[in-house]
């Protein structure tokens, strides 16, 4: 069901389905809105799961009409325990949202699939983006598959696995020298002049809204219920306030019952304006970013504000996590779960674990921590346990080493 409207998630203002990226009268972001007497009606737990098994499922609550022919959609990714972690870490039932299953590996799969299948209804040749790495590939990718250009602004310095997942898709790299911020100042003044579909400026309202599909998923994964707990990572904020939008749709709709989970957000300490805003009670004031979490260094957070009320209303928390946990994070998570997270995941288990030693989180809670990202694009910060036994192809002498003979 496209949505009827965008309206100012800060002043309410009705926008119709506008092309502007921000609402007009106070730069508010745009949220989608929908029938939602009709979807009250007509929605069920049945219909959604006789849907197809990608985030198109719940085409009923997204802004945008399906594409014809959904190539590589993503979304529907696997929600699995992690008891020996939910162990170590102390909390009852701990699950892990493996978004590294979508096509390039990140969540951000879902909000660009969103967005591009607006920027084809608007005739839009171009996909273009600011980004921080992933957003850059899975524009690129989408790009690719839908027989688009694409055209996306990084900072110069990303890791370099990053860089190169995107250029594989042809993609035009602009490698920009400045941080994220830069990036994202420079691809708002081309907007004004260049015909281009940019997913985080123009398309934002509906980019943004592709990350309510997370919530959508826990809750049907979890048996049509939502969890005590979810820790997501922050960069912009986006996906962290539109996963606490999702469970408040699918509650409304009377899908699941409340109430909404407690959510527990992360930032690295390089780069923390959010937490720092959720401690101090002000609003975030912007720094330069100096983290290894090169996902999450966006200093000047579009949706920061908005991101501590949803915490703050869920009842939970941000937290900022020591740059040298993170890659201790890493491999605490791949050792205990056989899964790989990216830098930013380190940051999200350090999130965690700071709620837990905080009392936040305990161990009657069912918790749900999001794995945004896939650990083989940022190997650097576990490079260190590359620390291999050298032998010679000698079964006698290695198993003498091992005692055996
Ligand atoms: C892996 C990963 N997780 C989380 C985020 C945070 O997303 P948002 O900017 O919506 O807060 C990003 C953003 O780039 C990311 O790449
Ligand atoms: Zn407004």
Redesign the pocket.
Same mark, same amino acid.
């Given at each position: 069901m496209p949505a009827t409207t965008l309206n100012c998630r800060a002043c309410g203002a009705d926008h119709g389905l506008t092309e502007a990226a921000v609402c007009s009268t106070c730069f508010g972001p745009l949220d989608p809105a929908y029938d939602f007497d009709k979807a009250r009606r007509e929605l069920t737990r049945e219909r959604i799961a006789a849907g197809p098994l990608s985030l198109w499922r719940y085409a009923d609550l997204l802004p945008v009409a399906p594409p014809a022919e959904p190539r590589i959609a993503p979304g529907f990714t696997p929600l699995v325990p992690a008891p020996r972690l939910a162990t170590v870490v102390g909390v009852r039932e701990l699950y892990l949202k493996l978004d590294t299953a979508n096509p390039t590996h990140? /969540?951000?799969d879902r909000v660009v699939a969103v967005a591009a299948a607006r920027a084809q209804q608007l005739g839009l040749r171009t996909l273009s983006c600011s980004s921080?790495?992933? *957003?850059a590939n899975a524009v690129a990718a989408r790009a690719a598959a839908e027989g688009l250009e694409a055209a996306v602004f990084c900072p110069a310095d990303l890791e370099p696995e990053k860089l190169v997942a995107t250029s594989v898709y042809g993609a035009t790299i602009y490698a920009v020298d400045g941080t994220y911020d830069d990036c994202s100042r420079l691809t708002i003044e081309l907007s004004f002049e260049l015909p281009w579909g940019f997913v985080n400026v123009g398309l934002r309202a509906y980019y943004a809204e592709g990350s309510k599909t997370l919530a959508f998923e826990i809750a049907e994964q979890l048996d049509w219920r939502v969890p005590d707990v979810v820790v997501a990572?922050?960069?912009?904020? +986006?996906? /962290?306030s539109k996963v606490a939008q999702g469970f408040d749709d699918f509650i409304e709709l009377g899908l699941v019952d409340g109430p909404r989970p407690r959510l527990i957000g992360g930032q690295a300490e390089g780069c923390s304006p959010v937490a720092t805003a959720f401690e101090s009670g002000e609003p975030f004031v912007p720094v330069r970013p100096d983290s290894i979490a090169r996902? *999450?260094a966006?200093g000047n957070p579009a949706d920061g504000n908005y991101a501590v009320e949803a915490a703050r209303a869920s009842g939970g928390a941000i937290h900022a996590v020591a740059e040298d946990s993170i890659g201790l994070n890493m491999s605490l998570l791949a050792e205990t779960s056989g899964v790989f997270g990216?830098t +930013?995941t380190g940051v999200t288990l350090g999130a965690l674990r700071e709620a837990v030693a905080r009392g936040e989180v305990d161990d009657s809670d069912r918790v749900v921590l999001l794995v945004?990202?896939d650990g083989l694009k940022t190997p650097g910060p576990v490079a260190d346990r590359f620390d291999p036994v050298r032998v010679n192809a000698d079964a006698d002498a290695l198993l003498e080493s091992l005692g055996v003979v």
């Amino acid at each position: 069901m496209p949505a009827t409207t965008l309206n100012c998630r800060a002043c309410g203002a009705d926008h119709g389905l506008t092309e502007a990226a921000v609402c007009s009268t106070c730069f508010g972001p745009l949220d989608p809105a929908y029938d939602f007497d009709k979807a009250r009606r007509e929605l069920t737990r049945e219909r959604i799961a006789a849907g197809p098994l990608s985030l198109w499922r719940y085409a009923d609550l997204l802004p945008v009409a399906p594409p014809a022919e959904p190539r590589i959609a993503p979304g529907f990714t696997p929600l699995v325990p992690a008891p020996r972690l939910a162990t170590v870490v102390g909390v009852r039932e701990l699950y892990l949202k493996l978004d590294t299953a979508n096509p390039t590996h990140s /969540f951000k799969d879902r909000v660009v699939a969103v967005a591009a299948a607006r920027a084809q209804q608007l005739g839009l040749r171009t996909l273009s983006c600011s980004s921080t790495g992933n *957003l850059a590939n899975a524009v690129a990718a989408r790009a690719a598959a839908e027989g688009l250009e694409a055209a996306v602004f990084c900072p110069a310095d990303l890791e370099p696995e990053k860089l190169v997942a995107t250029s594989v898709y042809g993609a035009t790299i602009y490698a920009v020298d400045g941080t994220y911020d830069d990036c994202s100042r420079l691809t708002i003044e081309l907007s004004f002049e260049l015909p281009w579909g940019f997913v985080n400026v123009g398309l934002r309202a509906y980019y943004a809204e592709g990350s309510k599909t997370l919530a959508f998923e826990i809750a049907e994964q979890l048996d049509w219920r939502v969890p005590d707990v979810v820790v997501a990572p922050i960069a912009s904020g +986006a996906m /962290f306030s539109k996963v606490a939008q999702g469970f408040d749709d699918f509650i409304e709709l009377g899908l699941v019952d409340g109430p909404r989970p407690r959510l527990i957000g992360g930032q690295a300490e390089g780069c923390s304006p959010v937490a720092t805003a959720f401690e101090s009670g002000e609003p975030f004031v912007p720094v330069r970013p100096d983290s290894i979490a090169r996902s *999450l260094a966006i200093g000047n957070p579009a949706d920061g504000n908005y991101a501590v009320e949803a915490a703050r209303a869920s009842g939970g928390a941000i937290h900022a996590v020591a740059e040298d946990s993170i890659g201790l994070n890493m491999s605490l998570l791949a050792e205990t779960s056989g899964v790989f997270g990216e830098t +930013a995941t380190g940051v999200t288990l350090g999130a965690l674990r700071e709620a837990v030693a905080r009392g936040e989180v305990d161990d009657s809670d069912r918790v749900v921590l999001l794995v945004t990202g896939d650990g083989l694009k940022t190997p650097g910060p576990v490079a260190d346990r590359f620390d291999p036994v050298r032998v010679n192809a000698d079964a006698d002498a290695l198993l003498e080493s091992l005692g055996v003979v």
